[in-house]
């Protein structure tokens, strides 16, 4: 299918962006990578009046340290994430998680800002960003918010992101000198969209002091496991394991086109099972 007519703008600063998305005469979206919504177009899945193509707004890009933070534009590519020394240094569950995302075609073109926005529920990012207690910046007519990613992610592709609004940054905690990460995806072919995956972030160098624990593909959105993570507290993983698995029962889980709800209840432990023992 083509998509439908569609007028399409590119401006050049952060400014002028948000004044063609505020223009209440226009139904507008953002362009980032263009991964998900050109499909979306070309399905007629969305039918925007005008596109806000944002790949000429240097503001939303780049990737720098802030303190104990690491900033990263909205337009940062996958493929720009996997090869930033700053990524590797300092955010090893991105480095362990980028490869799973997709193809490098993908990767090339693909943003954080879009994977943030579009809130796929089997897309790995919003999981990263829960599990490393991340926060999201978003800039609108009504001035800059910051979210934490616990409230941004709401449902099915929904967010707290308003009309109007950019995300213009991701700031995420750099690791700290006891923390260890797990990550551990099932996919039926590597690079396709998860069937589940979760992300683990936990500090303690023995025994398990805190740890955030997040899923996806499980269900509508990405979730913390908070149970688990409540039975690991304080606990190494090899006495805890069993404790955390079960606690895995109070996850909101589908079942979908990939898993029966039974099966995935399943899958569940045993992805949280060869992370735990794979944290590093
Ligand atoms: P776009 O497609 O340009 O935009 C997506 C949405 O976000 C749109 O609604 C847009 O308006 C909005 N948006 C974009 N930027 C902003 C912003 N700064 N502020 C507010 N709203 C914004 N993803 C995964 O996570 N895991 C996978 O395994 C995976 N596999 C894929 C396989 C294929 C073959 C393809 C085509 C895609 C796959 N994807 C996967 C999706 C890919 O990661 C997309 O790049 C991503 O979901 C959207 O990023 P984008 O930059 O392309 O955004």
Sequence with gaps: MKPPNFTYAKPKSLSDALELLADENQDAMPLAGGQSLMPMLNFRLAAPDTLVDLNGVEELCGIRVDGTHVRIGAMARYAE????????????????????IAHAAVRNRGTIGGSVALADPAAEMPALLLALDASIRVLGSSGLRTIAADDFFEGLYETALETGE?????????????????????????????????????????????CRIAFFGIGDKAVRATGAETALRGRSVADALDDAKMALADLPMAGDLNASEATKRHLSGVVLERALRDLT
């Design 81 to 100: 994430l996997g090869a930033s020394e700053l990524v590797a240094e300092h955010l090893p569950l991105f480095s362990m998680a980028l490869p799973h």
């Design 166 to 210: 950019l995300i213009t940054e991701i700031s995420v905690p750099m690791r700290g000198a006891q923390d260890r990460f797990g990550f551990y995806e099932l996919a039926r072919r590597h690079g396709d969209y998860a069937m589940m995956g979760v992300a683990i972030a936990a500090a303690g160098s023995t025994a398990i002091d805190n």
